[in-house]
Structures are given as structure tokens and as C-alpha cells.
């Protein structure tokens, strides 16, 4: 979560020889990294509710209740199926912060090269 800009940006340089950025900078740059943040959280936040499929209680249940085979096997599937598709979107979720995330940090970028540009031609 430490990021270039936080360093460079949000820190004061020394006073004798001026700011190194802007004064809209630095609050840009917080921003983008408050926001990094809580793509990071979203992104690491656990997932209460991941499925991998049935349990094994279940399957004990289906085989000894006398299920013919390829019931068995048919409805073990549709559980893994509804699991699959439980989990797409939760990790759809992650994914879209991950997105944010990387353009985020293009947006730092872009950030800073602005700023440097602005503060050299001042």
C-alpha cells in the first residue's frame, strides 16, 4: 500500500529550497492513495461465503441413501456448478477493485508528471 507519491508528495521538502510540487498536488495524491487503500481492502477482505462444491457430509448422505451413480454424479455436478457460479461474484468483485486499483496508480502517475511539469516551468 506504500506507494512513490506518498513519499515524494506528501512529505514536505526542505523549506529553503521550496516546495517540490504544487499545493494541489499533495491533495491529489492523498486522495489517489486513500482510494488505493480501500481497493487494497476490498481486494484482501476475506470472502465469507466461498463454496468449492458439496460437502463431503452431503455426498456421504446421497451414497448412503442408496443414489443410483449417475444421479449421484449428476447432482454432484449442479452443486459445483452452483458453487462456480456463486463464486463469480465475489471474485467479480475483487476483480473490479484490482481494475480500479491499477488505474489508480496510472492516475499517480499521470499526477506527478503533471506536477513536476507545472512546478519546472514555474
Known amino acids: 500500500m506504500t506507494s512513490f507519491s506518498a513519499g515524494l508528495g506528501l512529505v514536505s521538502t526542505d523549506p529553503a529550497h521550496g516546495r517540490l510540487l504544487p499545493v494541489w498536488a499533495p491533495w491529489a495524491l492523498f486522495g489517489v492513495l486513500l482510494s488505493l487503500g480501500a481497493c487494497s481492502f476490498v481486494i484482501l477482505l476475506p470472502t465469507r461465503q466461498?463454496?468449492?462444491?458439496?460437502?463431503?457430509?452431503?455426498?456421504?448422505?446421497?451414497?448412503?441413501?442408496?443414489?443410483?451413480?449417475?444421479?449421484?454424479?449428476?447432482?454432484?455436478?449442479?452443486?459445483?456448478?452452483?458453487?462456480?457460479?456463486?463464486?463469480?461474484?465475489?471474485?467479480?468483485?475483487?476483480?473490479?477493485?484490482?481494475?480500479?486499483?491499477?488505474?489508480?496508480?496510472?492516475?499517480?502517475?499521470?499526477?506527478?508528471?503533471?506536477?513536476?511539469?507545472?512546478?519546472?516551468?514555474?
Not at 64 to 73: F, H, Q, R, V
Not at 77 to 94: E, F, I, K
Not at 96 to 114: G, K, N, S
Open 50 to 122: 466461498w463454496r468449492h462444491g458439496p460437502s463431503a457430509r452431503i455426498i456421504m448422505e446421497m451414497w448412503s441413501e442408496g443414489s443410483d451413480t449417475k444421479d449421484a454424479k449428476v447432482d454432484l455436478t449442479a452443486a459445483m456448478v452452483d458453487a462456480q457460479r456463486r463464486n463469480s461474484a465475489a471474485l467479480g468483485r475483487h476483480s473490479l477493485a484490482y481494475r480500479v486499483a491499477v488505474l489508480l496508480l496510472l492516475c499517480q502517475i499521470l499526477i506527478l508528471v503533471v506536477a513536476i511539469a507545472q512546478s519546472s516551468t514555474v
